[in-house]
Every structure is written in structure tokens, then in C-alpha cells.
């Protein structure tokens, strides 16, 4: 889950034959309060941008406990709802940048995680760098 500006908010990792919508309540508990600007840090996420993966019931009935609106595509048409959804896409080809969260090498999970992190970090350092010259 990446924020508007391309920061990995959270990381989770999963077997590769489970459905993305599934994995979701997880992923927003994993989602941490932000800082970084004057006043009270967010403590929730307002809005979600999402594919047609996360077009299923489950998944608007825990947005709408959580008080998030949503903007998912519907299954089996073209909508142009997630117009946003190039600044994931963005977040995933930096991450593949790196050899090795791009193909999970490790047996296990916590060593994969931590390079995932990892490089999650490098590239916040990297934009925030680039940002302040």
C-alpha cells in the first residue's frame, strides 16, 4: 500500500494463490499513523484506490466499518475509476529494481520481508533526498 506521493505505507506478503482482496484487512492494520507535518498525525487513511481485485462485498463492507471511501473498478467493465492507480504501479517497478524482492529467493518469509523493507526504505531515502537538493 503506497500513499498518494509513492511511499510505502505497509508490506505484506502472502502465498501467490491468494486472492489480493483477502490479504486487505490485513494490509490496513499494518498501516501506521503519519507524521510529518504541522499538528495531530493521520491517524486513519481516508481514501483507497483499488482495482478490479478488490471488487468483491467483503471488501466495501470492511471500508465501510473502517470509514474509508473507495474507489474501485467494477468487475467486467472498463471503468477508469482508479486513475490514480499508476503511483502503485510506479511503487511496484522501484521495488523490482532490486533483484531480490523481485523473486523471492529465501525459504523464509521473515528474511524476504526484510528485504522488502529494505528496499521500501531505500527508495523513500532516495525521493526525500532528491526532494531537499
Not at 486472492?19 to 498501516?31: E, K
Not at 507535518?37 to 491517524?43: D, F, L, S
Amino acid at each position: 500500500m503506497t500513499c498518494a506521493n509513492g511511499f510505502s505505507l505497509a508490506i505484506v506478503l502472502s502465498a501467490a494463490n491468494v486472492n489480493d482482496h483477502l490479504m486487505l484487512p490485513t494490509l490496513l492494520d499494518r498501516v501506521r499513523p503519519l507524521h510529518g507535518r504541522a499538528g495531530q498525525p493521520r491517524r486513519r487513511i481516508t481514501t483507497l484506490i483499488a482495482d478490479k481485485g478488490y471488487d468483491y462485498p467483503s471488501v466495501y463492507s470492511e471500508l465501510r466499518q473502517r470509514h474509508i471511501t473507495g474507489y474501485i473498478a467494477r468487475r467486467g467493465t472498463r471503468d477508469k475509476v482508479t486513475a490514480g492507480r499508476w503511483i502503485v504501479e510506479q511503487a511496484f517497478a522501484l521495488l523490482h529494481q532490486y533483484r531480490r524482492p523481485a523473486i523471492r529467493w529465501e525459504r523464509r518469509t521473515e528474511i524476504h520481508h526484510g528485504f522488502l523493507d529494505f528496499a521500501a526504505a531505500l527508495i523513500c531515502w532516495r525521493r526525500l533526498s532528491n526532494r531537499t537538493r
